[in-house]
């Protein structure tokens, strides 16, 4: 699975040890898998001490017995162990290297996007400070404007309220009957 989640402007390969601290804060419970790896690492490992030992072991064995056929045949297994475990390294490695440069990706787009939400942020704290300014000078209008009416104001606005919601309740009450 590949993710393509950066313009080309943004570098996403990793710097040194960036990868370790980019990880360090996650508290991950599960037991640690390479992605595309058969899990049981543990006991491929242990499998690989055994066949290194026991390589050895005939190798030491053909020394002891001086018989240079089993040295050979010691060392011969013992150079394919090494050599799988050299070619199992290196695409650990690279499955490895793969996976912090898309844990790099996924931080710099979500570090974009948290970006883009304080900035929208900020727009919409502006917008509600100046929604708050207007409804307080409106409410202060009013509030002058009845005071020196000596309350007519409030009387009429109060008046066209009443009179505003009769009609709503007799439009209301004419699309009850004709939809019924």
């Not at 508290?27 to 898998?33: C, E, F, I, Q, S």
């Not at 058969?38 to 499998?47: D, E, K, N, Q, Y």
């Not at 304080?118 to 005071?147: K, Y």
């Amino acid at each position: 699975m590949e993710l393509d989640l950066l313009d080309d402007d943004v570098d996403p390969e990793p710097r040194a040890g960036s990868c370790s601290g980019l990880i360090a804060p996650f508290n991950y419970r599960g037991r640690a898998r390479a992605p595309g790896h058969a899990a049981g690492s543990g006991a491929m490992l242990l499998a690989t001490r055994i066949l290194i030992a026991l390589t050895i072991g005939v190798a030491a064995y053909g020394v002891e017995t001086d018989r240079k056929g089993v040295v050979m045949a010691g060392l011969a297994a013992t150079a394919v162990v090494a050599a799988a475990m050299a070619v199992s390294a290196r695409e650990l490695i690279r499955t490895g290297e793969r996976s912090c440069r898309l844990l790099h990706r996924a931080l710099a787009e979500s570090e974009r996007a948290q970006y883009e939400l304080d900035a929208a942020n900020e727009t919409l704290q502006r917008s509600n400070t100046d929604l708050r300014a207007l409804q307080l000078a409106v409410v202060q209008g009013f509030a002058l404007i009845d005071e020196r009416s000596q309350g007519r104001l409030r009387e009429l606005i109060e008046d066209v309220g009443d009179e505003f919601a009769a009609l709503v309740d007799e439009a209301l009450d004419r699309s009850a009957e004709g939809a019924s």
